[in-house]
């Protein structure tokens, strides 16, 4: 799928319109290459990878500096061609010549987007999202006790997780769970829904284990402002191990 992303804080514009101006990076790595290797099966690694393209952006150690940076990425792996594909979307520009040259095997591509989305448009699109639920805390438990979030498992239980993430036309931004739609609708028995293996992170992240999700499918914009949104911020959890980067074309 060619790919188009997005960033912008604009507001929509008469007739209901939004505006969407960012860069998007493709990096094409050789998997054979050990940096390329450990960025796919460490979680965090790949993490690291995403964030060495942005270096000096902001003070070292911020927390929210992913956010800041408007950052979201996504991959892929094609194992018969040895190659790992990532993209990485920004509202800055990436520097990627920190990546080893032996690593790369093709040259990073670098592409400005400047696109103007209005209500009606169809776009198709592709995301890997982290599908949860949260769970209450157990009974008994102290108070501000956080519940436990639980992936979902099955196709058809990831379909209707992003059910509730569309927003039928004349419908708010947020739903009345509190759920933030991502300003589109499209017909749920049409996407194309496939499992994809988890990523982990091993010591000193044992703990991280990322489940995950592809959904393919055509959406219609019903709220452009709120389409900028999801495409700005991405949608559900684990943002920060590429998951929810929505990709359109």
């Known amino acids: 799928m060619n790919t188009i992303a997005a960033t912008s ?101 670098t592409l400005t987007v400047d696109r103007t989305f209005r209500n009606g448009d169809r776009v198709d699109f592709r995301t890997v999202v982290n599908p949860v639920r949260s769970l209450p805390a157990a009974p008994g438990s102290p108070p501000k006790t956080r519940g436990v979030r639980v992936p979902h498992t099955r196709p058809e239980h990831v379909r209707t997780w992003f059910s509730h993430r569309l927003q039928p036309s004349g419908e708010p931004a947020v739903a009345p769970n509190g759920v933030n739609r991502i300003g589109a609708d499209a017909d749920t028995e049409r996407l194309a829904l496939r499992m994809l293996p988890r990523v982990s992170s091993p010591a000193p992240h044992k703990g991280l284990r990322i489940a995950r999700a592809e959904i393919k499918g055509t959406l219609t914009v019903t709220d452009p402002k709120a389409f900028v949104t999801a495409l700005t911020q991405g949608i559900g959890h684990a943002r920060a191990y590429s998951c929810g980067l929505i990709l359109v074309r």
């Open 9 to 109: 804080h604009a507001p929509s514009g008469p007739g209901g319109t939004a505006r969407f101006v960012a860069t998007q990076s493709l990096l094409t790595l050789d998997v054979r290459h050990p940096f390329a290797a450990k960025s796919l099966i460490d979680a965090q690694d790949m993490h690291r990878t995403v964030m060495s393209g942005f270096l000096g952006w902001v003070d070292n150690g911020s927390p929210d500096a992913r956010s800041q940076m408007g950052i979201l990425s996504t991959w892929t792996v094609d194992l018969r061609q040895a190659r790992l594909n990532l993209v990485v979307q920004s509202s800055i520009p990436a520097d990627w010549s920190g990546v080893p040259r032996g690593a790369l095997a093709e040259a990073p591509e």
